[in-house]
């Protein structure tokens, strides 16, 4: 099992910049698919970007492709998740989630064993 904790979430403004970060702690980071997850109040939990074992491989959602960077430090174990040219429709709950056996191209989040808590981004329009 991976332990999470997320940061770097906030308030800003339409069109500026965030940039999240997953802390892990436990197994060995680097063996686990990571992924970026987000939730808006009534809305299904939806994939955002995910990164290959090595961070050699990313997968974007449409809707944030071009706009958002995922990144890891295997070092680190942590992962981050540059955001730029925020929109309000980015509002939501960012979550980050490890995979075990996982796809970097899988965008399911039942396919995702262990999650963070958690962090709040809300832009203003």
């Known amino acids: 099992q991976v332990q999470m904790v997320e940061s770097g979430g906030g308030l800003v403004q339409a069109g500026g910049s965030l940039r999240l970060s997953c802390s892990a702690s436990?197994?060995?980071?680097?063996?686990?698919?990571m992924g970026w997850f987000r939730q808006a109040p009534e809305k299904e939990r939806e994939f955002v970007a995910g990164?290959?074992?090595?961070?050699?491989?990313?997968n974007y959602a449409d809707s944030v492709k071009g706009r958002f960077t995922i990144s890891r430090d295997n070092a680190k174990s942590t992962v981050y998740l540059q955001m730029d040219t925020l929109k309000p429709e980015d509002t939501a709950v960012y979550y980050c989630?490890?995979?075990?056996?996982?796809?970097?191209?899988?965008?399911?989040?039942?396919?995702?064993?262990?999650w963070g808590q958690g962090t709040q981004v809300t832009v203003s329009s």
């Open positions: 989630a490890a995979g075990w056996s996982t796809s970097v191209y899988s965008g399911r989040s039942a396919d995702f064993g262990d």
């Open positions: 436990g197994r060995t980071f680097s063996n686990y698919v």
């Open positions: 990164i290959s074992r090595s961070g050699g491989i990313t």
